[in-house]
Nanobody, 116 residues
Framework: VQLQASGGGWVQAGGSLRVSCAAS????????MGWFRQAPGKEREFVAA????????YYADSVKGRFTIFRDKTKNTVYLQMNSLKPEDTAVYYC??????????WGQGTQVTVSS
């Protein structure tokens, strides 16, 4: 499975951005897709995930009510809509695909910078 992330960029606090991740290759065993992020000097952390078949969503407490994850099955793509962005949301955002109960496939990351 190959994951290609796009979007991201720079925005002022309170603004919005959307990142997307297109999957290709052998995706039949994928059970979910998600987003993680890593800020400078910090460990990578979970942001949000969506079950591929049923569409159930999961969010980190820090982004609940501000971020929305959704998928377009026809495009084999997952999106993360980020609203009310805060400077602490600044990080490299990575998309991932889950198979066999593990996050095994990773995209290349896209930078999101929120200025105060």
């Amino acid at each position: 499975v190959q994951l290609q992330a796009s979007g991201g960029g720079w925005v002022q606090a309170g603004g919005s951005l959307r990142v997307s991740c297109a999957a290709s290759g052998r995706t039949l065993n994928r059970s979910a897709m998600g987003w993680f992020r890593q800020a400078p000097g910090k460990e990578r952390e979970f942001v949000a995930a969506v079950r591929w078949s049923g569409g159930s969503t999961y969010y980190a407490d820090s982004v609940k009510g501000r971020f929305t994850i959704f998928r377009d099955k026809t495009k084999n793509t997952v999106y993360l809509q980020m609203n009310s962005l805060k400077p602490e949301d600044t990080a490299v955002y990575y998309c991932a695909a889950r198979a066999n109960y593990q996050w095994v496939y990773w995209g290349q990351g896209t930078q999101v910078t929120v200025s105060s």
